[in-house]
């Protein structure tokens, strides 16, 4: 059997206190309050991804993934970089033209000046001593020119070239079933081509909100 559970929270790039050179950082968060162990085998997140960095060239690159739970709560804010005050910020336009935001995404993006969850400040989240590895695992991804965004100045690759990424969660998910305290997981990749190129994660502020990660328990 499997139980699909859409992804809650997401924030992809640089997180706050966790940055070193040729690596990414992607801050998850699932409910698994509800979830219960009996019978179950094993778990998977898949994210919708894309490449961006000037040195990407269609080649397989071999990603190792870290795997940290946090140990403290935390809570996402509503801040939205390119939809905010009723129109487009920061060449959203461009940048999102295959994702413009839904009504609903657009009616509950704020300014993100204004904080209303955690913030890069919050550098407690994702100290040595807040953080749990329950995995490392590698990962070898290929990204054809379609599924490559060299720059800010066009758009993101639209859907049907967005590229599975596919990580193993089964520890991640054996510590956490049925608690219910909002903490997450921090996936930290490493061996990106170049300081400069990085994994794009769709997140719920594109488009309706569909090509978020999604949880895959196997029972």
């Not at 640089?14 to 950082?25: A, E, H, N, S």
């Not at 919708?48 to 709560?73: C, E, M, N, R």
Request: charged residues 15%.
């Amino acid at each position: 059997m499997k139980w699909v559970i859409p992804r809650i929270r997401t924030k992809s790039g640089c997180i706050p206190g966790f940055r070193d050179v040729l690596t990414q950082k992607v801050l998850m968060q699932f409910d698994l309050s509800t979830v219960s162990l009996t019978g179950f085998d094993s778990a998977k997140v898949i994210l919708k991804t894309y490449a961006y960095g000037p040195t990407w060239d269609g080649s397989p690159v071999t990603l190792k993934a870290h795997i940290f739970k946090i140990k403290h709560t935390w809570t996402e804010g509503t801040g939205n970089w390119y939809w905010n005050a009723g129109g487009w910020q920061n060449q959203g336009d461009v940048i999102l033209a295959n994702y413009e935001p839904s009504d609903a995404i657009k009616a509950a993006s704020t300014n993100p000046t204004a904080a209303t969850g955690n913030t890069y400040q919050d550098t407690y989240l994702v100290r040595s001593d807040s953080l749990t590895l329950v995995g490392t695992q590698n990962v070898t991804m290929t990204y054809p020119a379609a599924s490559i965004h060299h720059d800010f100045n066009s758009p993101i690759p639209g859907p049907a070239d967005l590229v599975d990424m596919e990580l193993d969660l089964s520890s991640y998910v054996r510590d956490m079933a049925g608690n219910s305290a909002d903490c997450g997981f921090i996936i930290y990749l490493e061996n990106l081509p170049s300081a400069g190129d990085y994994v794009g994660t769709m997140t719920k502020e594109a488009g309706d909100g569909s090509y978020g990660a999604k949880l895959y328990l196997y029972y």
